[in-house]
């Protein structure tokens, strides 16, 4: 068969198009331009640094259809893998990047394994093109995804793992640094979020020599998520494309185009309103998934001791070691007297310093350890010779510290702090009295009496702990609440108690369960009202005995005797039946509660809660911490982490809005005059001067005798002298 124009050898394009159509055919032209990739490739090898294009269009042209001949091009890659091994640095970059698009074609195209190229890939990381090594992060990152996106391949990942373990301790900075971005990058798309890639980064990475390394390691541990605040930016600025759209849309002219533009662009608005009403997904804290935390800590500590690097890196490192001792709750005792040196109110970024101090503390570090901290700020920032937000500042470190290490505040040093809750400035007072509040709950004996409050039924319920102690439960807390009604269980009442037996019955969720707490408390007030009238019964019988006991001054000296021994005998009884009674209801009511409590145990262990019924059991808990001087219930619940917010929120008396400014000024009008000017008429309904009625005219008609008033010649003031003195001879 004759060929007419064959430009085949010429145009490898055509050729390319052609043998993906049909492989067989043209499988001897394909051979033919092997062949002289080969030969070409032996030229090159001669000198890399030189750029060949023939080659280059050779080597694209093998790759694009390398899968039409596989046994033709099985050892294709190979080649280029040598090639790059050996003249990796002093390739021409051109024909570098030439080769790496290759293997890349090939490796979509399966033809290569995915180990020898990853390999092969990160040991060119160290290479001085930074075009190609972001180009090869990339890859690495896409295809590690790619290839665990059905399963998970251990095998793979573990093999990989090795080598970017190996390439972390690279002497090559670049490559060491771009190995750490590939592990997070990798960490953060849940594809390494197992704990060797965690403790891979905070053995190697945290101790790294090269700083870049250190910072980035650092940083993956903080929770730096760049990527959220460009999400957020990109959800904002849709919105301001619709609002310019809807604009656009009234004031331009109507066309088909721009209604089509405008629906599209409402579509994406509602997407972003959908993906904002999601729930967040948060990856699992790579800190939690540390083998050797007390190490870490202890190798960051000595690491930050002796570097010489600048404050923010030092930040770093403080900040770390704080949440590692925080959530694994570890002991390093050195780490708080060194970050004492640094509370200051002049040192630059120390509302972080101090909220590092809270995230250092927990309930088993000794209040000892923490006690000189509280000092520190005591003296350094609640004082008077400060501003007042200094010192609010200052307190609510403290609070925060305190609120993870109940036991490191002193009784003297806490009431000194408790009086500035009358202080002059709000910002101070509101601070101060977020402390009271705190140890309210948590250690109540350490304030003043009049400081403590009214206990609520769930301070009177929790049990204080010693330092160590830990909190068991038996059985859910506020599983009682789940008791049908108190009917069953009333503790005032015993026919109530004789009829239940002990017993329990299944809650029914009814709309009747609202009534049936509140005729409890009503029941309840009721029993404490009789209770107060019996008290008032016998201390009004109390002092009719005391009046009998005074007696006539008539009587004898042995009467009076004998009627006060009897008095005193009466006084004796009473008491001593008072008493018993006392000791008789408290111990009714210490077996009721005990009976109570085994109830709710054996309903926990013999029934499966439900939602609706641990949220019966959440409003009950909640309403123990509310009484009726405290409408709302305290934050109890200790984060991970201490927000900088809660130790610089500072009150402020916020700007009024147009609608309450204006409220504020009318109200200040109501008992005052009118605004303007008095005339002084005493009827205000009486006619006014020409004069007044002057000034509420328009100029032009009030014009001539502005004129009269501009400043006379001295002889037009003769003339009108003389005129005036001849009308008022003719007047006589």
Request: hydrophobic share 35%; net charge neutral; glycine share 4%.
């Amino acid at each position: 068969m004759v060929r007419h124009n064959n430009q085949l050898p010429d145009n490898l394009p055509q050729l390319q198009n052609l043998i993906k159509r049909d492989p067989d055919s043209y499988k001897d032209d394909f051979r033919q331009q092997y062949q002289h990739f080969l030969s070409s490739l032996e030229v090159f090898a001669l000198n890399p640094s030189d750029e060949n294009k023939s080659l280059d269009e050779l080597v694209i042209f093998i790759a694009q259809v390398a899968q039409c001949y596989p046994e033709e091009c099985a050892k294709f890659p190979q080649h280029l893998v040598d090639l790059l091994k050996n003249h990796a640095t002093t390739l021409d970059p051109i024909m570098r990047n030439c080769f790496v698009k290759a293997l890349i074609l090939m490796r979509n195209k399966n033809l290569i394994p995915a180990i020898d190229l990853l390999e092969l890939f990160f040991q060119l990381l160290s290479c001085p093109d930074k075009n190609l090594r972001s180009f090869l992060q990339t890859h690495i990152i896409t295809d590690i995804k790619n290839m665990n996106a059905k399963h998970k391949d251990m095998k793979l990942n573990s093999t990989l793992q090795n080598f970017m373990y190996s390439m972390l301790k690279d002497a090559n900075p670049k490559a060491a640094k771009m190995s750490v971005d590939i592990m997070i990058e990798l960490y953060k798309k849940n594809i390494w979020n197992d704990p060797k890639t965690v403790n891979v980064i905070a053995t190697v990475g945290c101790f790294s020599k090269v700083m870049k390394v250190l910072v980035a390691s650092l940083k993956f541990f903080l929770g730096h998520d760049d990527d959220e605040k460009g999400s957020d930016d990109s959800d904002s600025g849709d919105e301001v494309d619709l609002k310019g759209a809807l604009m656009q849309n009234r004031v331009n002219k109507k066309t088909k185009k721009r209604k089509k533009q405008l629906e599209q662009i409402k579509k994406q608005a509602v997407k972003a309103q959908k993906k904002k009403k999601n729930a967040p997904a948060f990856n699992f804290s790579g800190i939690h998934l540390l083998h050797n935390p007390q190490g870490l800590a202890e190798g960051l500590f000595k690491q930050l001791q002796s570097t010489n690097e600048r404050f923010e890196v030092k930040l770093m490192h403080l900040d770390v070691i704080s949440r590692l001792i925080g959530i694994h709750q570890l002991f390093l005792f050195g780490y708080y007297p060194y970050i004492t040196r640094f509370l200051q109110p002049h040192q630059r970024q120390v509302t972080r310093i101090m909220q590092f101090a809270a995230q250092a503390s927990h309930e088993l570090v000794p209040g000892d350890i923490i006690e000189p901290v509280l000092k520190t700020i005591a003296n350094n920032f609640i004082t008077e010779r400060n501003s007042s937000d200094v010192m609010a500042i200052g307190l609510n470190a403290t609070r925060e510290i305190c609120m993870r290490c109940p036991l490191a505040m002193g009784e003297d040093l806490l009431r000194d702090l408790a009086m500035y809750k009358t202080y002059k400035e709000k910002s101070v007072m509101m601070a101060a009295r977020s402390l009271i509040m705190l140890y309210r709950e948590q250690l109540p004996a350490l304030l003043h009496k009049k400081d403590r409050g009214r206990l609520t039924e769930a301070q009177a319920e929790r049990k204080i702990r010693a330092y160590g102690e830990v909190e068991v439960h038996e059985t859910i807390p506020g599983a009682e609440a789940l008791l049908k009604d108190s009917k069953e269980i009333d503790l005032g009442s015993d026919d109530d108690s004789d009829s239940n037996d002990g017993e329990w019955v299944n809650v029914s969720h009814s709309d009747d369960e609202g009534e049936n707490v509140n005729e409890n408390e009503e029941e309840a007030e009721s029993d404490e009202d009789v209770d107060e009238e019996e008290e008032d019964d016998s201390g009004d019988e109390n002092t009719d005995d005391d009046d009998d006991e005074s007696g006539d001054d008539e009587e004898d000296e042995e009467e009076e005797t004998l009627d006060k021994s009897e008095s005193s005998d009466k006084e004796h009884t009473k008491k001593k039946k008072s008493s018993n009674d006392d000791v008789g209801n408290s111990t009714e009511k210490d077996v009721q509660v005990l009976d109570v409590k085994e109830a709710a145990q054996e309903l926990a262990m013999t029934r499966i809660f439900t939602d609706e019924d641990f949220k019966r059991i959440n409003a009950a808990q909640l309403k123990k911490t509310v009484t009726n001087a405290r409408k709302r219930p305290l934050e109890k619940d200790r984060a991970e982490f201490v927000k900088l917010n809660s130790i610089e929120m500072i009150y402020k008396k916020r700007k009024h809005d147009k609608e309450s400014r204006l409220e504020t000024v009318m109200a200040g009008r109501k008992d005052r005059e009118k605004f303007g000017w008095k005339d002084g008429r005493k009827n205000e309904h009486s006619s006014k001067t020409n004069r007044e009625k002057g000034k509420q005219k328009n100029f032009v008609m009030m014009r001539h005798k502005a004129r009269s008033k501009v400043k006379k010649s001295f002889r037009d003031k003769q003339k009108a002298m003389r005129k005036h003195l001849l009308h008022q001879k003719k007047m006589k």
